[in-house]
Structure formats: structure tokens, C-alpha cells
């Protein structure tokens, strides 16, 4: 990694979580029993360093839920109560009062009889949903519009210089023209096939990505080393074994059981 962009990460970081506190409803709590990952090196901590969203209140999303992809049932308490990180480990690691925690968790999905006889799901969301629900609800108390189901397709140039994208909804193609430049947020290629091949070790299958089907398919990093940008660090990933389950629509992650200990396979 490069020293500058871990001095800017550490700059920048900080200003960035206030911001999101600040002016959005973004709200975290400190993981005080979340490891930095390198335990080994000088500076360690064993938690404290990494931040857990705090449970959104879905039902503030309206009609907009129903854009909400469900969390992969392996993130949820017995595949449908949400949690924070901080709850999963008290249960996982059996703390003190692990068990009135899953009670008290359990007993708030039950006693939420309105939300009961609409969802299976949980009204709470928790970990990654809780922070897209509450980030969506932020854009929405601003009126900023957010088109869904919107593919990129390719860049526009104009004599070598960006000046536009063509996306495609519902089959219809549209050219956006940008007015200071584009800046792309989709740099994953977890569902190309190609690219997994040319980066990744072998073997490799799209199909073993817990990425929902159809995301994250390398348009945007095809387009922009077509048009000379230049990467880094496409070999590293974040890895997990992943388990497909008949009927899901994606295979599910396991993040933790590995760091059980005795056999947890
Ligand atoms: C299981 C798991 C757990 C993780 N846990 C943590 C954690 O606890 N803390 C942490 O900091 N990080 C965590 N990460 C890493 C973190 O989630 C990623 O680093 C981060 O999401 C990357 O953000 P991004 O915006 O660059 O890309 P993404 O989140 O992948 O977003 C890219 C977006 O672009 C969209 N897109 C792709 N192609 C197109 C196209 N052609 N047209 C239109 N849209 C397109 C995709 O649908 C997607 O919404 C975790 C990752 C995984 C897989």
C-alpha cells in the first residue's frame, strides 16, 4: 500500500465519519472487541479501532424498502432478527448475559406485532443494511434522486478526454454528459468471469461470489482501462469461504467460524 494513501486515509477518515454524523443519519458505535486484523505487528489493538453501525429503523425507508435487497441470512440472528457486530460476538463468544441478549433481541421481533403481520424480515436493520438503509433515508430527507436499475454501458470520449457516460435502463440507452468529470464507484469484478481468470488465483467462479447476481461485473473497470486510467492491486481481495444454499439467490459468506475454535466446518 501506498504511504501516501494511508496518511490520507488517516487524515481523512476521521472528517468523513463526523461529516456522516454529522449531517447525515448515519450513526456508529466504536467495536471495542473488534482485532485490527495484523495482530502481530507493533501498534496492534485487540478492538477499538473499527466502527459498527448502530440498528436503522427500516420502516422510515417507506415504499423505498422494498429496493432494499435482504442482508444474506447468515449476518441475522436464526436468518431473520438483525444485530449489531457488537451483539454477534457476545452471543458468539458466550459472554456474560449472552443469553438475555439473544432473549431481549428475540423478544423485540416478537412484540413488534404491527411489522409482524407485514414482514418476516426484521423492521430493524443491522451491519451493512443498516448503513445503506440509513445512508438512502439521508438522500432522501435531502430529495437527492438515486436511479436504480441503472447499468453503466461506456464512457464518452471526446478526443481522449471523458466527457460523458451512456447508461441503459430498462433497454433504453441514455448519454449523461458530465460537467467537471466522472468518478466511478464500482471498481469489484466479483462476477466477471474473464477478469476473475486474468487477476485471481485459480481455480475461480463468478458463481462463488456472495455478491448478489448481475453487481459488480468489471464495466467500469474495463472502461477505464480502455480509456488509459491506471490500477493497482487488482490480485487482492477480500476473501471468505462461501456455501450455496439451494434457492438463494447468492451463496452465503463464512466470515467467523474460522476463528472458532475446534472443528466448526
Ligand atoms: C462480506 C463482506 C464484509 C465486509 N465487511 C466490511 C467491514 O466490516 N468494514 C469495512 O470497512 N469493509 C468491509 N467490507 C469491504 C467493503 O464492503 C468494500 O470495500 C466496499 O463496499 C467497497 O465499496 P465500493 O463503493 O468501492 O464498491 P461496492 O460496494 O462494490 O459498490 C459498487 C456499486 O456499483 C454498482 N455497479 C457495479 N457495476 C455497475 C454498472 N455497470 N452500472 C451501475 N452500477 C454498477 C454495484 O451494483 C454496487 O452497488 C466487506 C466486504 C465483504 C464482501
Known amino acids: 500500500m501506498d504511504e501516501s494513501r494511508l496518511r490520507a486515509y488517516l487524515e481523512h477518515a476521521p472528517k468523513m465519519i463526523q461529516y456522516l454524523e454529522t449531517k447525515s443519519r448515519v450513526r456508529y458505535a466504536v467495536a471495542h472487541k473488534y482485532p485490527d486484523y495484523y495482530q502481530h505487528l507493533p501498534g496492534a489493538l485487540p478492538g477499538g479501532r473499527s466502527l459498527d453501525p448502530e440498528l436503522f429503523d427500516t420502516s422510515l425507508l417507506g415504499d423505498e424498502l422494498k429496493n432494499l435487497r435482504s442482508p444474506s441470512p447468515s449476518t441475522l440472528l436464526m436468518g431473520r432478527i438483525a444485530w449489531t457486530a457488537r451483539d454477534a460476538h457476545k452471543a458468539m463468544a458466550k459472554e456474560r448475559g449472552w443469553r438475555f441478549k439473544i432473549m431481549g433481541l428475540m423478544l423485540r421481533y416478537q412484540l413488534d406485532l404491527r411489522w409482524r403481520r407485514k414482514s418476516r424480515m426484521d423492521r430493524r436493520a443491522g451491519l451493512g443494511s443498516a448503513l445503506v438503509s440509513s445512508l438512502r433515508r439521508s438522500l432522501m430527507d435531502r430529495d437527492v434522486p438515486l436511479w436504480l436499475k441503472t447499468d453503466f454501458r461506456e464512457l464518452v470520449l471526446d478526443g481522449g478526454k471523458v466527457s460523458g457516460i451512456v447508461v441503459e435502463q430498462g433497454g433504453v440507452r441514455r448519454t449523461l454528459r458530465a460537467r467537471k468529470g466522472v468518478i466511478f464507484g464500482a471498481g469489484g469484478f466479483e462476477q466477471n468471469q474473464q477478469l476473475r481468470e486474468k487477476y485471481l488465483?485459480?481455480?475461480?467462479?463468478?458463481?462463488?461470489?456472495?455478491?448478489?447476481?448481475?453487481c459488480n461485473t468489471g464495466a467500469a473497470l474495463i472502461a477505464g482501462q480502455a480509456?488509459?486510467?491506471?490500477?493497482?492491486?487488482?490480485e487482492w481481495c477480500w476473501w471468505a469461504p462461501t456455501i450455496a444454499v439451494p434457492k438463494e439467490e447468492k451463496p452465503r459468506g463464512r466470515v467467523c467460524r474460522a476463528a472458532f475454535p475446534g472443528p466448526s466446518w
Not at 488465483?201 to 448481475?214: I, L, M, V
Open 227 to 234: 480509456a488509459g486510467a491506471a490500477t493497482d492491486l487488482l
Open 201 to 214: 488465483p485459480a481455480p475461480t467462479r463468478a458463481g462463488w461470489s456472495a455478491t448478489p447476481p448481475g
